[in-house]
């Protein structure tokens, strides 16, 4: 059976997937992380950066047959999971990701100001620190899921459809109407998209 990793995004709540979580297979084993620092989380040392929430994903891996399910910026610890840890990360799903992209050129809203807003205590890491993993998504050997709402300012439909020219194994599906919490509000919609893709192993 697979373990699924979930990732949340910059609003660092596991509770974010704990819907869509409850309507895949009960006996698919699940570990849903909460990023420290970011949101609402609390702080803790040593998590001050992405090379810090990546070692702490890589942790919880079994051994084998690791599902990751990522929202928003956790498609960028997602994504340098299974470059990292190819013989251990079978397939990704990714939700209304960043991959590391400069959103800005696809005509994504500014999301700085609304999220320090919300998160006055979150760490400012997370608006300076901007990886680019654009020259190594041609070395993501898994089937990807990518997932969209075509209503996302945040992270705008081309942006998906960037990631799928980027990535050798990726597939596109657009949700209409979605914003960038529908894998969360619309769960009972995707899930068995993303049932399919596990099952079919993509």
Request: charged share 20%.
């Amino acid at each position: 059976m697979p373990h699924l990793l979930f990732l949340p995004g910059a609003g660092g709540a596991a509770e974010f997937w704990h819907p869509l979580g409850a309507l895949l297979p009960a006996d698919w084993q699940k570990t849903f992380l909460s990023w420290p620092g970011l949101g609402h989380e609390g702080h803790r040392p040593g998590f001050e950066g992405f090379d810090a929430l990546t070692a702490w994903a890589a942790g919880h891996l079994v051994a084998r047959d690791n599902v990751v399910l990522a929202q928003s910026m956790g498609a960028i610890v997602a994504l340098r999971l299974a470059l990292a840890h190819p013989d251990r990360v079978n397939t990704l799903v990714l939700t209304a990701g960043s991959g590391g992209l400069d959103l800005g050129r696809f005509g994504a809203a500014d999301w700085r100001p609304g999220y320090y807003a919300e998160y006055p205590r979150a760490a400012r890491w997370i608006e300076t620190e901007k990886p680019d993993h654009t020259a190594e998504m041609a070395d993501v050997r898994q089937p990807v899921l990518l997932l969209w709402g075509d209503a996302d300012a945040i992270s705008p439909p081309a942006v998906g459809r960037h990631l799928q020219r980027l990535l050798p194994r990726a597939k596109l599906q657009v949700i209409a109407g979605g914003d960038h919490g529908f894998a969360k509000d619309r769960a009972a919609e995707i899930a068995p998209l993303v049932a399919a893709h596990i099952r079919t192993g993509g």
